[in-house]
């Protein structure tokens, strides 16, 4: 049938190229139901393909998405270099040879370096092999994975001084009392964390972002897939931990205590590994973030003998024909 006798017009064909254009927007809360199918498509197991990898750093990284032909493309700034646009390694239907072209076509229709960042060591190997290109590594933003079994018990000579610690924290308060993090006692958690705040300042703006970002999480956890827990002294919120399951592992974003608590850090860490890995015994690995540098971070995450460090890397494909 002839549609333009009728009035009706045909819809105009999208030609090959324009189809295959890249087109980014904001991410919003909105936009994560959009985002999140594709997370649980990869294996990588760093914090950078995770809701709150993505949403709690947004802001500082000025993460955009776009997801086409069944693949997710993620921009921001380059992990070192703020300054610098960078892309995440796409992750969906595509593989690397099919999605890596899509977005060198967009660098150069926009005219901006092609930098892939915080690029998981698998895919790092993989495109260093594909295209011959260097690979640089990202010290201060490897992610520290563990055995969700150890530290879920502490079991064994390596975990002794981790093990008292809990001993010491339950025998100096016996009134403990560890819970899931509900809309019953989150006005509780968040009140706790506004005065954390304000006793414990650091002078990084590294820091003072991801405090406003743990707010944020906070007053919306009911809208976002996060599961955490909270630990109790005297009937006092006293610690809390928040984190997301992807595939085998869980990733923890959040965890704060009130330091001159004998024992609290470990605790939460304890109970709220144990809590979730027997809720999700699918959960195999923990995966505890980077410590961006920081030496006391890097110091506290390697005295729980982590199993691995994973990796990132930046990789600049300007002059590389993919």
Known sequence: MDTNRLGIMP?????????????????????????????????????????????????????????????????????????????????????????????????????????????????????????????????????????????????????????????????????YRYEMITSQNLPEITAFFETYKQEYQKDSLLFTYEESKVVQVLHEYEKLKFEGGALRVSGQIVAFSIGEVIGDTLIVHIEKARKEVAGVYEAINQFYSAQMAEKHPEVKYINREDDAGDAGLREAKLSYNPKTILKKYNIALNEYTL
């Open 11 to 175: 819809e105009p064909k999208l030609s090959k190229e324009s189809e295959h254009n890249l087109v980014f927007k904001p991410i919003t809360l909105d936009s994560l139901s959009e985002i999140e199918p594709f997370l649980h498509r990869q294996c990588y197991r760093t914090c950078d393909f995770s809701i709150g990898g993505i949403y709690m750093w947004v802001d500082y990284f000025g993460y955009e998405y776009c997801i086409s032909q069944d693949t997710l493309f993620i921009k921001g700034g380059e992990e070192d270099n703020l300054q610098n646009t960078a892309f995440a390694v796409p992750v969906g239907k595509l593989n690397l040879q099919e999605s890596l072209p899509l977005l060198k076509e967009y660098c150069c229709r926009h005219n901006v370096p092609f930098i892939l960042s915080a690029v998981p060591e698998p895919a790092a190997l993989e495109i260093q092999q594909l295209y011959g290109c260097p690979i640089t590594e990202l010290p201060d933003w490897g992610d520290y994975l563990y055995n969700a079994v150890d530290l879920a018990t502490l079991v064994g000579h390596r975990f002794n001084k981790k093990r008292n610690r809990v001993n010491k924290f339950k025998s100096t308060y016996p009134d």
